[in-house]
Every structure is written in C-alpha cells, then in structure tokens.
C-alpha cells in the first residue's frame, strides 16, 4: 500500500471519530484578546460594556458600531435607541449573548401603574438585517379601549390597576374620555394567538408590546401583567457572534460557539486537509471540492467521509466516474436547494418570525370541510378563486384560494402582515389562514352583498343604491382608509383602491379588503420607495409613473379613493371611449369644467337633495385626484370635507392626467 493511501485511510477514520460538537470544543482565547477586551470595557451604573457593545466616543476597535449603547443619568443608566424608541438597559448576559431592555417610561415610573409604554413594538418590527431579534418567544401585550365591555378569557381589564381618583382634578381631555372606556389587556393564548373573535366589534387596538414571562400565568392580573412590562422584554445578538465568529450561514448552525475567533480556523484546517487528500485518487471531484471548500458547512463532512471512501476504493477510471459523477451531482443539488428558497419557505419564515399574529391558523383538511369540498364559487380574480364556507359555530366565511405566487408569496405575507393585526369596522376581518405546502387560503367574513363595482356600473339600474346609501358607503371606505393611514402603530398604504376591493355587508356597509399589495412604514415616514408602480390602472396615483412630481406617500391611496368616489357619484367609468361626445370621455376633465363654467349635473330621476350630495361627492373627488401629491388632502380632511355642508367647501382645480398636461407656469420642472 502507498504511502498516500496509508494517509488517506488514516485522516477518514480521523474524520469519522470526530464528535458532533467540534465546533464548540475550540482552543481558549489568546492573552492578546484578553488585553484588548479589557481595555475596551467600561461601566455603566452596574452594568458593564465591552464588546460588541461600545460607548460613543470609544476607539473604533472597541465593539461594533450596530451595537452602540448611552450612559445616561450621571453615568448610572445605559440606554438603548431601538426603533426611534428609548430602553433602559437591565442586563447584559455576555454568556447567554442576551440583553434585557425596558421601556424608559415604565422605568421611570414603576410604581405607578397607569405609565403605560411609550413605544409600541412587536417581532414584526424586526428583520433579518437588524442586530438583535427576539430571545424567545415573546408574549405579545394588547392594549385595547372599547366602548362596551368585552368577555374574552384572553382579557384582563386594568381597571384594579388604574387609581382614576388621582386624574379626576385633571384637565387632560385624553384621560377624560379614557375614563368613559373600558380599557384592556389582551394577552396571546398558550400558543401564541389571539383570535379575532376575542376582540370587541368596539375595540381599537392602541398599542402592541411585548414581555418575555418566565411562566404563562403572568397574564391572570393587570397587577402581574404590569409587573412584566416592568421587567423587560429579553433582546438576543446570539446571530451575530455565530455569524462573525464561526461564518454562521442563514440556515442556522453552530449555536453554542465560544466568544472567540479561533473556531473558523480549526474547523476550515480540517476542511481543506481533506479535500487536499481527495485530490489524491477523485481528481474531478477534488476539484470540485476545492472550488467549494470555503462554503462547506459541518453537517455536510458526512457528504466527504463518503466521498473519502469511494476515492479510496476507486482504482480504475470507469469506477470512479460511476461513483464520483453522482456525488457531484448530489452536492450541486444540495448548494442549490439551499440557495434557492421557494415561496413556501418564504411564507414558513415569516410564520415562524411572527408569532404574535391573531389570525387562526387552519389546516387544509379544515378548509375542505368549511367549503364542502369547494362547492360554491362566489368569486374569482388573478390571486385565486373565492369560496362561501362555514365555521363549525355556523358562522358564514369566504376562503380566498390562491394561485401560483409570481412574487415568492408575497401577496399572502402582506395580506396577513397588514389585515391580520388590526380591527376596524369599515375594514375587512381576516379571520383565519391556512398554508400546507402549495396551499394556501385566508378566511375572511362573508359579505352577502358582495363588491361595491356591481352596484356602481349595473346594467340599466338592475342593482342600485340610492344616493344617499352611496353617500354613506363613500364616509365609511374614507373611515376605512384614514384607520390605515392614522389608526395603527405602523401605517398601512393599500395601494389597490377600487370598487372591486370595496366588499358589503348585509347593512351595506363597506369593508376595504385585498391587501395583497399593502406596504407597512413607520408612522413618521412621509415617503415609500418602490421599485415599480402597482395597483390597477384607472386607480393608480400618477407619481406612480411621473417622479417629477413628487414622491410616492400615502396620497397615492388619497387619489385612488379620488378615483373610487368620482365613479360612485357618476355612476359610471371615468374613461369611458363610448361617450356620446367626445368632451365626456374623461369624465373628471369634463364634469370639473361643468362646475366651472356654473352649469349643474344633471342626473335623472334625482332630487335636489340627492344632486346635492353628487355634487358634494365630484367636489371632493376632485381635490382627491390633484396631480400633485402635495395638492391632495389627507383622508382625515376628507372625511371632514363630506361631513361639510357643500357651501363650505372651495372649488377645486382642474384636474390634469399627466404632467404634459399643465401649464406651464404651474408645470414642476
């Protein structure tokens, strides 16, 4: 035998003895580590930071610019800047790679029951990209204020916590109308949901917190509830060691490695050892190897023992391609796979990295008996088909199945992201989900009257409303939009505003629905970027197209609103290529100069009540649909311009379709 086969034997049993756990058994740290870290560590009141944390101002050796913290209060306080929010930290545990934060309001005032959070924040403020995420598995906190009292076992009224005695000389109208409420906890079930049905119909969600409890039963008082508050929430950088000290890649290995760097050599010595010896007898899969050799994980030296003795065993050509070509194959599909996330993984992450979500989530076998095997079609559309179904308490749903996603299952995180956290009468109820493999579903209430598109462009009058019910679906779709724009810790732009997404219950009233397309941004943020316009056309903001005229906000949804209420006063498209004359093929462009010029709409079989509530309608529509986003009113000044009377509301502008359009003395350059 020759002396390569003897080495080469040999490194595979060395290899096949190896423990699981290597990566955790490395050398200690050098005395050179040891001195720069104490020379980088301070203190803050008790709390002691070296790296990766740092102080301003500290050498850029010392710590990690992301994990920067403040001593505050004479030095006896470190604070934390998380999302525009204020923590005060209580422990770093350098061990566990774990930090535990409370808000700087309930610190403050920790013997004062009724200082409630300043800062919403759930785990779906945070990404992939941030250098923390959640330690545990939170417990998601509620705050909720209703007008009538709810029964949930999921609620705790903080009534017994609240000495209202100690307002009742203020003049503060917030505490006032506060004592008028029933004020509430909602706190997640053992499973980490919140069921819609636990919610009031009189219920708004104010803010949204977390706690990191060390048992479930914390949530049997407000007094404990509040308690945990005041404890904390636990915030964990364990990603960010791995990642930086053992090249931790984004499926999740090595877990417990030591606060050193000496791991990735070890492991990466052997790596490249071995790989160097099979290019002793598999040149083609050596080679291989060797272009891949930064990449290999531990888990995968299983994938080379393997390899390791097929080299050994192979001594012809034809023997070492049989064995050799699959092996190759086999890793190429394994680095493919791993690369290559499908829509489902997507949808599974998202899942996993927002437990908080109050939604139910359904299997779907539950689907199938909820639609009787899909038996009644009530819709269909590019996302899916839609199915009348009903919950086992008989209450009717309607199941959007849907399609192939085109953009990795975006549509469904939206849609669960945005609708599945709020509550609001004129906005659509997601009840429930369901996602198994390539199926997935969201379930909805059932509404009886379907989408306001078939009563504004009905045939001959066969489906109508009267004015007056059109006028009141136009307030509670702008109710609806402003609880988006203004009603939520973040701010939800829908960017598909038509009648197709305006559904209708039983009483006629309206729910937005379909958020497929919805982006969150923070409340502060005036602009969203893009990457390209959406939304349908007819409907869609022109800065969605023309950048020159300003930026994209949530007056995109202002002028699709615009759109909507011009097409419900008028009963019909606004471009219509069919008109009689040829002035009335847009009809924004047509009905504006009409107004102008004093002359009235005239509507048939309308009284002058009604052709005033039209005329109210065009009016407001047309400030809606401005050109310029910095033009339109917001949805709040909307909902107060239809509460006018039409005598106080000022002629708006003639409306332009594209900036070509304008005068040049108004045109943006």
Not at 214 to 243: H, K, P, V
């Amino acid at each position: 035998m020759s002396r390569a086969s003897v080495l080469f034997a040999a490194y595979t049993a060395l290899l096949l003895l190896l423990p699981p756990s290597f990566c955790s058994q490395a050398p200690s740290n050098s005395s050179t580590t040891n001195e720069d870290n104490a020379n980088c560590t301070l203190s803050c009141g008790n709390i002691y930071i070296k790296p990766p944390f740092r102080l301003p101002g500290q050498p850029p050796n010392c710590g990690n610019k992301a994990f920067e913290l403040s001593c505050e209060e004479n030095n006896t306080i470190a604070v934390l800047s998380l999302y525009a929010g204020t923590y005060y930290v209580q422990e770093i545990n350098y061990t566990s790679f774990t930090l535990r934060v409370v808000d700087s309001d309930v610190h403050k005032s920790r013997d004062n029951y009724f200082s409630n959070p300043r800062y919403s924040l759930t785990s779906f403020n945070f990404t992939d990209t941030d250098p923390y995420d959640i330690s545990t598995n939170p417990v998601p906190i509620i705050y909720l204020n209703c007008t009538n009292p709810i029964d949930s076992p999921l609620s705790v009224e903080t009534a017994p916590c609240v000495n209202r005695n100690r307002y009742s000389n203020s003049s503060d109208s917030s505490l006032s109308s506060l004592t008028n409420m029933y004020s509430y906890f909602m706190v997640a079930d053992r499973d980490g949901y919140v069921s819609s049905s636990d919610l009031g119909k009189s219920c708004k969600i104010t803010q949204m917190v977390m706690a990191s409890p060390s048992t479930y039963e914390f949530m049997m008082s407000c007094e404990a509830i509040y308690n945990e508050i005041a404890r904390g929430f636990e915030l964990s950088w364990l990603d960010y060691a791995c990642r930086s000290i053992c090249g931790k890649d984004d499926v999740g290995f090595c877990t417990s490695c030591p606060p050193d760097g000496t791991v990735g050599t070890w492991y990466k010595s052997i790596v490249n050892f071995v790989v160097s010896l099979l290019n002793i007898g598999l040149y083609p899969t050596g080679a291989f190897l060797s272009l891949l050799r930064i990449n290999i994980e531990p888990n995968s030296l299983c994938f080379i023992v393997i390899i390791s003795v097929i080299a050994y065993l192979a001594q012809f050509q034809a023997v070492k391609f049989v064995f050799g070509f699959p092996c190759v194959i086999a890793l190429l599909v394994f680095k493919w796979r791993r690369r290559h996330l499908s829509v489902y993984d997507n949808i599974e992450d998202f899942l996993q990295n927002n437990d908080d979500l109050m939604p139910i989530r359904y299997s779907y076998s539950n689907i199938k008996k909820m639609t009787r095997g899909f038996k009644e079609k009530v819709g269909e559309g590019g996302y899916g088909s839609v199915y009348k179904g009903k919950l086992r308490s008989g209450r009717l749903v309607a199941i959007k199945m849907l399609g192939t996603s085109k953009s990795n299952g975006q549509e469904f995180i939206n849609e669960v992201a945005t609708i599945g956290r709020i509550h609001h009468v004129n906005v659509v109820q997601l009840l429930g989900f369901c996602v198994e493999g390539s199926k997935r579903a969201l379930v909805y209430d059932f509404m009886p009257n379907g989408s306001l598109e078939k009563y504004i462009f009905s045939q001959q009058g066969a489906l109508s409303l009267s004015s007056e019910k059109m006028f009141k679906v136009a307030i509670g779709v702008a109710h609806g939009i402003e609880y988006l724009h203004q009603g939520c810790d973040m701010q939800i732009l829908h960017f598909d505003i038509k009648p197709h997404n305006i559904l209708l219950d039983e009483n006629f009233a309206p729910k937005v629905s379909d958020f497929g397309l919805a982006r969150l941004c923070p409340l502060d943020n005036s602009l969203v970027s893009l990457t390209a316009a959406r939304g349908t056309m007819g409907y869609i903001a022109p800065e969605l197209f023309y950048k020159n005229i300003g930026g994209v906000s949530y007056k995109a949804d202002v002028y699709s609103y615009g759109m909507l209420l011009m097409e419900m006063a008028g009963r019909r498209k606004n471009l219509n290529a069919t008109a009689e004359h040829t002035s009335q093929i847009y009809f924004p462009t047509w009905v504006s100069e009409q107004l102008s010029e004093g002359n009235d709409i005239e509507i048939e079989d309308t009284t002058e009540e009604e052709k005033k509530i039209v005329k109210k309608m065009i009016m407001v529509a047309l400030w809606c649909i401005q050109l310029k986003p910095g033009e339109r009113p917001s949805m709040s000044k909307v909902v107060e311009m239809l509460d006018r009377e039409i005598e106080g509301i000022r002629m708006p502008p003639k409306p332009f379709l594209y900036p070509q359009q304008m005068p040049e003395s108004t045109e943006i350059s």
